[in-house]
């Protein structure tokens, strides 16, 4: 069933087309509503080709390579449930960030960068945000509630190097495009001398 607002999007396009003229390609993201009224104006201009924009591409292979992981999907429901504990209390600035019900692997950096920061704090720098608080009080409150997080600890290390390989193509191919100076700079820096711990995702990322 045709969606009301991908009709509305059709619509648009037809206006520009007259004023511009019909495009050889059309770069956006994947939304249900804009991916129906791209298809419909597709219809009528079938030479025209729709890609996913970057950042949509990139975020589709975290989707891919993260949804069917046990692990990470209990890291997830583990940061759920640290930030709804940490509310309120004296340590809510150590909450991990409120993960979106949509497009929720366009913005992981932030939960994984939240888990690895928090893992190389510093013990006195914390201490200095809590001062009514004891170190030991600190580090048991800590212990308590965010104990959790060094059994992530690995992981969190190899989907920060998957999130850095996503964003390096992004920064490639956004000024440059998909041309012969994007592919040598993924084959002899992005994807050059990456660990093994990352598995199959380098390659769905360079395909």
Not at 154 to 161: A, C, I, R, S, Y
């Amino acid at each position: 069933m045709i969606s009301p607002k991908g009709e509305l999007i059709r619509e648009r396009l037809d206006k520009i087309s007259n004023r511009v003229g019909v495009p050889v390609q059309i770069v956006a993201d994947n939304s249900s509503d804009l991916a129906s009224g791209i298809k419909l104006y597709q219809q009528k201009h079938p030479a025209i080709i729709y890609t996913h924009d970057v950042t949509q591409a990139m975020a589709l292979i975290l989707k891919y390579e993260l949804e069917a992981n046990d692990r990470y999907q209990s890291f997830r429901e583990k940061c759920h449930r640290s930030k709804q504990q940490l509310k309120q209390t004296e340590l809510a600035f150590l909450s991990p960030p409120a993960q979106r019900s949509q497009c929720r692997y366009l913005n992981i950096e932030k939960l994984i960068s939240w888990g690895n920061k928090l893992l190389n704090s510093s013990p006195s720098t914390l201490a200095k945000l809590v001062p009514n608080l004891t170190s030991v009080e600190l580090e048991r409150k800590i212990a308590e509630k965010l104990g959790w997080l060094f059994d992530y600890q690995v992981e969190l290390g190899k989907w920060q190097q998957m999130v850095k390989l996503t964003r390096q193509v992004e920064t490639q191919l956004k000024p440059w495009g998909i041309e012969r100076q994007s592919l040598e700079y993924c084959q002899q820096t992005a994807l050059a001398n990456l660990p093994d711990s990352l598995g199959n995702f380098p390659q769905r990322v360079a395909d």
